[in-house]
């Protein structure tokens, strides 16, 4: 069982040497077909069983909205944009570390990138023992398509309208960006979904989470971390890491 902080009593909690992971996700659109929380849902599922392999690893409560001005067009996204996020890392670290030893960020949404670069950065400066690192799958796509929806199918199948789910547009983000950043994600998708949901199944969902959390896994185990913030992957261990 992991240690969940929302759960413990304050005499339960070690007055130093915790691994704190915190959740960061985002209150956005996800499509005619899967729920406004997906990212943050995912991080926490990722944290959650990351935790039951780390004896000194706790459970923090998820930042639940994020950097989303992307998809502000769609009714229901909540975004606190990168500044008011930048300062809630920042200060959720510097009062963890009145008694964590270690916090790590595990990260849902990739709107949110650019802030805990910067945030993180920061804080390392400082001279906090922190890191941050993604959810992120090799060949996953954009939003909403078959990697978000496998996932949400493995870890809440009860949530997932698949048959509301369309296919979105598929040409790869990198082409995309451009018109994403200047007009928003429904210039480029009506619907919101990047990717497609067709073929999404619980089984490769499983297969997914299982991937991410061993990359977490293997991440924290490391501890080198880049001029960035990040959690180097060992498998894939670059020259700037330090640690
Ligand atoms: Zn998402």
């Known amino acids: 069982m992991a240690h969940v902080l929302a759960d413990a009593v304050w005499p339960a909690v070690p007055s130093s040497g915790a691994l704190v992971l915190v959740p960061v996700g985002s209150t956005e659109q996800h499509g005619p077909h899967l729920p406004l929380d997906t990212d943050t849902f995912v991080a926490r599922a990722v944290v959650e069983r990351t935790a039951e392999v780390l004896p000194e690893a706790w459970v923090a409560p998820p930042i639940a909205y994020g950097a989303s001005g992307e998809h502000a067009h769609f009714p229901g996204t909540v975004s ?32 949110n990138t650019a802030t805990l670069d910067t945030a993180l950065a920061q804080l ?40 509301a789910a369309v296919a979105g547009n598929t040409r790869p983000l990198a082409a995309l960006l451009p018109a994403l950043m200047a007009d928003g994600v429904r210039a480029v998708s009506p619907s919101g979904v990047l990717g497609d949901p067709t073929g999404a199944s619980a089984e490769e969902g499983g297969r997914t989470l299982d991937a991410m959390v061993a990359a977490t896994l293997r ?22 890491a330090r640690r």
């Open 80 to 111: 606190i944009g990168h500044e008011a996020l930048r300062a809630v890392v920042v200060e959720l670290t510097r009062s963890l570390a009145l008694w964590a030893g270690r916090v790590v960020f595990v990260n849902g949404h990739g709107g």
């Open 124 to 163: 390392r400066a400082e001279g906090h023992t922190v890191a941050w690192t993604a959810c992120e799958t090799p060949n996953g796509d954009a939003h909403a398509g078959r990697t978000e929806t496998s996932l949400m199918l493995h870890l809440d199948p009860d949530r997932v309208r698949l048959d």
């Open 219 to 240: 991440r924290i185990g490391g501890w080198a971390i880049d001029g960035r913030g990040r959690l180097v992957d060992p498998g894939r261990q670059s020259g700037e």
